[in-house]
């Protein structure tokens, strides 16, 4: 998120991150069947606790709204199986619940399969999200702290055999 404190001249980067994600691939032939993938958004954390509990009470409000999920809508098909280390970039389209409110999105991806024991695949990614699509009120603190109305979702997703 962009934030703007009053006492500085330019506008900052808010960032939280979680590593409390939990998630499912299914992959049949040349295709990824599906995606599911739920956030635990309790556990965000950035470098600065006021702003984490004005997350926990205002904007995102995860007191309330303690998950953000993504489920796909469609198959992810391949010509061909990628041959391990080779990068691949889709576009999966899916639903994005976050503050309560699930919208559909399409989410760039790129992935690789790593060989290994065990072998796995780890997709990367960013999103734009318009906070008013998600019921979320931009916080503002008596005019001291104020966040713009669109944030950026980055994930890194590891899946390995279950």
């Known amino acids: 998120m962009r934030e703007r404190l009053f006492r500085l001249p330019a506008p900052s980067d808010a960032v939280g991150t979680t590593t409390k994600v939990e998630g499912e691939l299914y992959i049949e032939a040349n295709s990824v069947t599906k995606i599911s993938v739920v956030a635990d958004l309790t556990a965000l954390k950035s470098d600065e606790e006021r702003r984490d509990r004005a997350l926990r009470e205002r904007g995102l409000e995860t007191d309330r709204f303690p998950r953000a999920s993504f489920t796909s809508l469609d198959p992810v098909i391949f010509e061909t199986v990628p041959p391990p280390g080779e990068t691949v970039l889709r576009e999966v389209r899916g639903y994005l619940e976050l503050h309560g409110v699930k919208r559909e999105v399409v989410v760039p ?21 318009q906070m008013a699509d998600f019921a979320i009120e931009p916080p503002s603190i008596a005019g001291i702290v104020s966040v713009g109305d669109r944030g950026k979702m980055e994930f890194e997703l590891v899946f390995e055999p279950a």
């Open 109 to 129: 991806v790129v992935a690789r399969w790593e060989a290994g024991t065990p072998p796995r695949i780890v997709g990367q990614g960013s999103f734009e999200i």
